[in-house]
């Protein structure tokens, strides 16, 4: 069984269990299959808001996919979420990767 295949096993298993999804979304990002990452990125954030690593991972999937201005969105929410959670370190990446990205416009 390949690692796809175990990944998507343990999000039907345990689909409410934020680690196996955003597991998922990162293997299949890493695969190509952006669509799809963006997919299970966008469940993720939906089922686990307060999920921080999250954030990060999908406003450079957006921004790679070329949508910038839903990256941007992402990137925000992150820092919120981030500085909610006592994180400052994901709090100043999420704003980092938000101020590179309008840098880049």
Known sequence: MDRLAVLRDFVARSPDDPFPRYGLAMELAARGQLEEARQAFQELVDRAPGYVPA??????LLARMGDKARAREIYRAGAEVSARAGDSKAESENLAAL???EGAE
Do not use: F, T, V
């Not at 954030?55 to 450079?60: A, E, I, K, R």
């Open 55 to 60: 954030y990060l991972m999908y406003g450079n």
């Open 99 to 101: 101020a590179e990205l």
